[in-house]
């Protein structure tokens, strides 16, 4: 997420097993892990278009040059703060993170995205 923090993501019945071993193997050093999954929401876009829905509302390069698999940016989604990430090229999918107290107004936002001839707002 930063040149010095990271999120993992996994399912929920590994977190504090996880925590734990985090815990443990940075012991000794200057660290916090914590549990955030209810802090955040993620979206999962998949298919033909899935960075374009995206890009019509983030000011990066979600190319595939720019932006492949594995990559991941910090940005705004519109006026709200997300992160995404590419998981794979075939088919294309990436993952959004974002508040889960605007969980309800991104994805409304995706939707009229992600429709074809219109931007966001515009419908």
Do not use: I, N
């Amino acid at each position: 997420m930063a040149p010095d923090e990271y999120l993992l993501t996994l399912p929920r019945g590994e977190v504090a097993a996880t925590l734990a071993q985090l815990g443990a193997a940075l012991a000794g050093l200057h660290h916090l892990a914590l549990d955030v999954s209810d802090a955040r929401a993620t979206f999962r876009l998949s298919g033909a278009g899935a960075r374009e829905v995206v890009a019509k509302g983030m000011p990066a390069d979600l190319s595939r040059r720019a932006f492949g698999t594995g990559a991941a940016r910090r940005s705004h989604l519109g006026p709200v703060a997300a992160a995404v990430w590419t998981v794979a090229d075939a088919p294309e999918t990436l993952e959004l993170v974002c508040a889960r107290s605007v969980a309800g107004y991104v994805f409304d936002w995706l939707v009229a995205s992600a429709r074809e001839g219109t931007l966001p707002g515009v419908l």
